[in-house]
Nanobody, 125 residues
Framework: QLQLVESGGGLVQPGGSLRLSCAASGVTLDYFDMGWFRQAPGKEREGVGCSGSGGRTNYADSVKGRFTISRDNAKNTIYLQMNSLKPEDTAVYYC???????????????????WGQGTQVTVSS
């Protein structure tokens, strides 16, 4: 059974950087579409960026040019590098996996069936 565990969240000042990790166990991620999502208090969960099994990516407009998803298949881990962070990036960040190829293009939470527990990111001075 696929399990996902996020790490790397924390408190960072505006303009700073963080790298989130999502380690998988139980299955190999090579053939999964993966996504990073976030949910701020009082808001719906939104897609931040998603990656197809072949490495193609799709990002929300709000993070394009600042966030980057990468995969390390040898470590069965995906990453979210977040640069130039803004207070509005504050949220709980989740990684998710889907065994349906191509859903990364939509990057909608409803297409992803396996979820991590989330990690808090707070951007504040």
């Amino acid at each position: 059974q696929l399990q996902l565990v996020e790490s790397g969240g924390g408190l960072v000042q505006p303009g700073g950087s963080l790298r989130l990790s999502c380690a998988a166990s139980g299955v190999t991620l090579d053939y999964f579409d993966m996504g990073w999502f976030r949910q701020a208090p009082g808001k719906e969960r939104e897609g931040v960026g998603c990656s197809g099994s072949g490495g193609r990516t799709n990002y929300a407009d709000s993070v394009k040019g600042r966030f980057t998803i990468s995969r390390d298949n040898a470590k069965n881990t995906i990453y979210l590098q977040m640069n130039s962070l803004k207070p509005e990036d504050t949220a709980v960040y989740y990684c998710a996996a889907s065994d349906t190829s191509g859903v990364y293009r939509y990057c909608k939470s409803g297409f992803f069936g396996s979820w991590g527990q989330g990690t808090q990111v707070t951007v504040s001075s």
